[in-house]
């Protein structure tokens, strides 16, 4: 069985607590016995989260072999020039390793997505604006890192697409089950 979840903010992608942590875990969704995630989101990130019960399917999605893609909308401090968006698509150094490339665009329109609880910081006087960054590997806060070696921090990040698979309809904390046309499209 392969589900996806919307995992909220403030959410580990692990069903056991962390001694001590603020963070609450996959134990709150009543998803089916037997599933674990394929990979992670922090818990200050949202978005499609993949479960599943299938041994296997893990390296299927985050071997680097395989640059299997994952798209992330990002709110960024200030606007990114051309220069920093080139960055980011040839790869920056992050912790002493160079990212992959990845496919980067600002979003103009700005995304229209439920406000975060809690919001995210606000200052007047420093906008912000949100980028499309697709990527094929996945670092331990890869994309915070990245925006962050460009001079642009993440305010909020968002896991909009995994392969070509895409569900805009599912609400935070909703889970289901996968089709196998959407299946397919996961591993697209």
């Given amino acids: 069985m392969l589900l996806v979840l919307h995992k909220p903010y403030g959410h580990l992608s692990q069903f056991t607590p962390e001694t001590g942590s603020k963070w609450r875990t996959l134990a709150d969704f009543n998803l089916p016995s037997g599933v674990y995630p394929l990979g992670r989101l922090d818990a200050d990130s949202e978005g499609l989260l993949l479960l599943s019960d299938e041994p296997g399917l893990n390296s299927q999605l985050l071997d680097p072999v395989r640059q299997h893609p994952r798209e992330y909308w990002v709110q960024?401090?200030?606007?990114?020039?051309?220069?920093?968006?080139?960055?980011?698509?040839?790869?920056?150094?992050?912790?002493?390793?160079?990212?992959?490339?990845?496919?980067?665009?600002?979003?103009?329109?700005?995304?229209?997505?439920e406000p975060r609880d809690p919001p995210i910081r606000f200052r007047k006087n420093v906008p912000d604006t949100w980028l499309s960054l697709t990527l094929t590997e996945g670092k331990n806060r890869q994309v915070r890192r990245m925006?962050?070696?460009?001079?642009?921090?993440?305010?909020?990040?968002?896991?909009?697409a995994i392969g070509s698979f895409r569900?805009?309809?599912?609400?935070?904390?909703?889970w289901r089950e996968l089709t196998p046309t959407e299946r397919a499209q996961v591993f697209a």
């Fill in 76 to 113: 960024v401090e200030r606007i990114p020039d051309a220069t920093a968006l080139a960055q980011l698509a040839h790869g920056v150094v992050i912790v002493g390793y160079r990212t992959q490339p990845a496919s980067v665009r600002r979003l103009e329109p700005a995304p229209a997505l």
């Fill in 147 to 160: 925006t962050a070696a460009v001079g642009h921090p993440t305010l909020r990040l968002v896991r909009v």
């Fill in 167 to 174: 569900d805009a309809n599912l609400a935070p904390g909703q």
